[in-house]
């Protein structure tokens, strides 16, 4: 009986050593860190790979140093021209320091995303509307930069931060669209008075050339007269300039002298 006893102590015992080794044995991906904490106090970070912890006294916690993608909701903003619209964003970010990542801040996601709220509302509040449009490369610089500067103590690294729609309220839309409409029609406008003024000057080149030279004027008369010719009208009635028969009279006038 005591034999029996304590053979099953002796695999109770092989047991319970197993389950603490095993625990003790941890494996990190490449992609993670595990940060040890010896008895409450901080280690640093161990891996990539395999290693051992001691059971009970230390305790490990996994960061992953991966970039995470983060959507910022659509925040409500009112411009510095005093115009009301809804903006999001997407956020890129990763970890650099896992040790601070843990020990400076409770929970890193949800910090990084309350800075990226708050910023975006502050940097889109101190531009105009239209800037907020033309100059979104402008823009999307300026909140990295302020957004990785509040970060950085806790770890954290911004590296893309980009602004994705911009939600404009439907009187401001209609309003634009008008804008748009009219800028088109005066550069169609400005186009069409550009043309005939070019159309004049050639006109006004072609007769003073033509004034210059009156065979010229009876070349061109007979150039239209051909061109009605190949009509196949009926009947053609066209005025005969004076110009034309100048020559005709004045040779006749020689005539008689």
Do not use: C
């Amino acid at each position: 009986m005591n034999g029996v006893f304590i053979l099953a102590f002796v695999a109770l015992f092989a047991f319970l050593a197993l389950m603490v080794l095993l625990s003790a044995i941890k494996i990190v991906p490449e992609y993670e860190r595990g940060v040890i904490f010896r008895l409450g106090r901080l280690m640093g970070a161990r891996g990539p790979g395999i290693f051992l912890v001691i059971p009970v006294f230390e305790r490990m916690i996994r960061v992953d140093t991966r970039v995470i993608t983060m959507d910022v909701p659509a925040q409500e903003v009112i411009t510095l021209d005093n115009v009301t619209i809804k903006v999001n964003a997407v956020l890129y970010f990763q970890v650099m320091n896992p040790n601070w990542a843990v020990t400076k801040v409770v929970d890193y996601i949800r910090a990084t995303m309350q800075i990226a709220q708050t910023t975006l509302r502050s940097v889109v509040g101190q531009v105009e509307l239209d800037d907020l449009l033309a100059q979104r490369e402008k823009i999307n610089q300026k909140l990295q930069k302020i957004i990785d500067e509040q970060t950085e103590p806790w770890g954290i690294k911004v590296t893309i931060v980009e602004v994705k729609d911009v939600e404009l309220p439907q009187n401001m839309q209609r309003a634009m669209a008008k804008q748009a409409e009219a800028e088109r029609e005066k550069r169609a406008k400005l186009i069409h008075a550009e043309g005939e003024l070019q159309a004049s000057r050639a006109l006004a080149d072609a007769a003073a050339v033509i004034g210059s030279e009156p065979a010229a004027l009876q070349l061109r008369y007979l150039q239209t007269l051909t061109e009605i010719s190949v009509e196949k009208n009926s009947t053609i009635i066209f005025p005969l300039p004076i110009d034309t028969l100048k020559t005709f009279f004045d040779d006749i006038g020689d005539r008689r002298r």
